[in-house]
């Protein structure tokens, strides 16, 4: 059985070099085989994945990184400020 963003994963590994030179200090965004878009910070790329494919799965990571094969793609809590006194 395959892992959660097997395909994710394989597809940057295969580009690390190229997406290291052409998107330094970016979060980068895969679904599926397809780089879908990079991001000034995590927070706006994980964003940029819910927008896109719901609550996952979806890989967001800083290019040049080491993927690692273990992910999961967390339910995203929106926190409503609420006003005491």
Not at 44 to 53: L, P
Request: with cysteine; hydrophobic share 35%.
């Amino acid at each position: 059985m395959a892992k959660l963003l097997d395909k994710e994963v394989s597809f940057y590994e295969s580009h690390r070099g190229e997406f290291e030179k052409r998107y330094p200090g970016r979060y980068l965004l895969i679904h599926g085989r397809k780089l879908h878009g990079d991001y000034a910070s995590f927070e706006k790329a994980v964003k940029g994945g819910v927008k896109r494919f719901g609550e996952g799965p979806f890989l967001v990571l800083l290019s040049g990184d080491q993927p690692q094969r273990e992910f999961f793609v967390p339910t995203i809590a929106y926190v409503v400020p609420i006003q005491c006194g």
